[in-house]
């Protein structure tokens, strides 16, 4: 019966061959949630299964992967789930309307010694400020996309982000395969993503903009 009470009509594609990642990435398939009216939560929405259009996705690290499964977050159609949270929830402010959700990047960092929150763990994290041209890295559209494995950063900032990479890591950046234990990976830079903010907090790592997500 409750299952029922989401049941929606809606048409999926089928996929009939694999070229690209999807031959050696664990997904077997794509589910798009962009903000596109032929998405699965927006035709639930429309057919009066959600209260609300949206939807959330809450990830963690799993550092551990099977074709048996991953546990590693969960996605929720409908709204927010709270109960999983473990710091507030933040929001950045999406900048023009499209069926893309489009953010404004205001700042790239590159922390040393990992750290897996915003907030540093200690002193030793120093956070380097990346150079960027605004309009550069926002020109062609800065989206949040669920539906890719990767972040891709607009190669205007190619040179100083490599040049930063290099210094704290000794080693320079690349897109080769590296092999490294987890206490060596837990090491590794953080990349800090600054958006503009519809209501969110950066707190100490931009005093004019405390803010930004």
């Not at 990642?21 to 794509?30: E, M």
């Not at 109960?83 to 790239?108: C, G, H, Q």
Request: proline share 6%; net charge negative; aromatic share 8%.
């Amino acid at each position: 019966p409750i299952n029922n009470s989401f049941k929606t009509d809606f048409m999926f594609g089928c996929q009939m061959k694999e070229t690209g990642l999807f031959v050696t990435q664990l997904a077997d398939g794509i589910m798009g949630m962009s903000a596109h009216p032929s998405t699965l939560p927006r035709a639930m929405y429309e057919q009066g299964k959600l209260e609300h259009n949206m939807f959330s996705m809450c990830f963690r690290r799993e550092l551990h992967v099977s074709k048996q499964g991953i546990v590693a977050g969960m996605l929720t159609l409908g709204g927010i789930d709270n109960t999983v949270d473990l710091t507030p929830m933040v929001y950045a402010r999406s900048v023009a309307p499209s069926e893309w959700f489009i953010v404004f990047v205001k700042n790239v960092y590159i922390r040393e010694q990992g750290g897996q929150r915003a907030k540093p763990d200690g002193p030793h994290q120093k956070l380097h400020k990346v150079d960027l041209d605004l309009n550069q890295i926002n020109g062609g559209r800065a989206i949040l996309d669920s539906g890719t494995t990767d972040t891709y950063l607009h190669e205007s900032i190619a040179k100083p982000f490599s040049q930063i990479w290099e210094r704290v890591t000794g080693k320079p950046y690349s897109n080769q395969p590296v092999k490294i234990d987890k206490k060596d990976l837990l090491q590794f830079p953080t990349v800090l993503i600054q958006m503009q903010e519809y209501d969110g907090l950066a707190g100490e790592i931009d005093s004019s903009a405390p803010q930004d997500v």
